[in-house]
């Protein structure tokens, strides 16, 4: 039972550059989530997959952020365009989903340092 | 929107004593989450209340629904260093919603 996993672990990038970042959700779950937790930060959340269903993306904060989640199981979170105030951890969590507030169950994080 | 607080938002504490961090939703909820981040690490979930005036343990962990379903404590008794980390509430987004809406966390650093 293997949990969510992230990838990569660290990121370094030049300011300007496109990033992706990937998750791997716990197998079964149809809801997939990316947050943003800066240092010492509490929890931001960006996008959310359920199912096959339209993605909830009203926390991306510009469109140069942008994720997708194929065939209801990876997802990919791409930056475009990075900037230095891009740097954080980008976690992903995924939850069985079908019921209201089921409980989420989070990878290790992608640590993103924009140079 | 709905709007989850969590107080204090650090506190520092002589391991054995007690801490306890407060959680209050704006809205009703239907369940409350807790987590609990260890430094460098991701969010865990701990326990998920459902029911009105619902108390649950975890060993020395005490976690409380209040009757309006609208706050919620964690209580750890005889702090020790494993508890150090932030310990995050959370709570359904909005009636029916699938997302959860988290506090800002409570750091909790212990003193050996």
């Known amino acids: 039972g293997a949990g969510v996993s992230q990838s990569p672990s660290n990121k370094v990038t030049e300011k300007g550059k496109d990033v992706e970042l990937r998750c791997d959700p716990i197998s079964g779950h149809t809801a997939l989530y990316w947050y943003r937790q800066s240092l010492g930060q509490g929890l931001e959340f960006l996008i959310y997959?359920?199912?096959?269903?339209?993605?909830?993306k009203s926390g991306l904060p510009s469109d140069r952020f942008s994720a997708e989640r194929t065939g209801g199981s990876v997802s990919t979170l791409t930056i475009q365009r990075t900037q230095q105030e891009d740097s954080a951890v980008y976690l992903c969590?995924?939850?069985?989903?079908?019921?209201?507030?089921?409980?989420?169950?989070f990878g290790p994080g992608t640590r993103l340092t924009v140079l | 929107g709905q709007q989850v607080m969590q107080i204090p938002q650090y506190q520092h504490v002589q391991e054995g004593e007690d801490f306890t961090t407060y959680c209050n939703s704006s809205?009703?909820?239907?369940?409350i989450q807790w987590y609990k981040q260890r430094p460098g690490g991701h969010p865990v979930f701990l326990i998920q209340?459902?029911?009105?005036?619902e108390v649950k343990k975890q060993k020395r962990l005490t976690f409380q629904f209040g009757e309006a379903k609208k706050n919620s404590s964690l209580h750890i008794t005889a702090t020790q260093t494993t508890d150090v980390g932030t310990y995050f509430c959370a709570g359904p987004s909005g009636a029916g919603s699938y997302q959860l809406t988290f506090g800002k966390g409570t750091k909790l650093s212990v003193i050996p």
């Open positions: 997959f359920q199912g096959n269903s339209a993605p909830d």
């Open positions: 209340l459902v029911k009105s005036g």
């Open positions: 809205t009703t909820l239907s369940n």
């Open positions: 969590a995924s939850s069985s989903g079908g019921r209201v507030g089921a409980p989420q169950f």
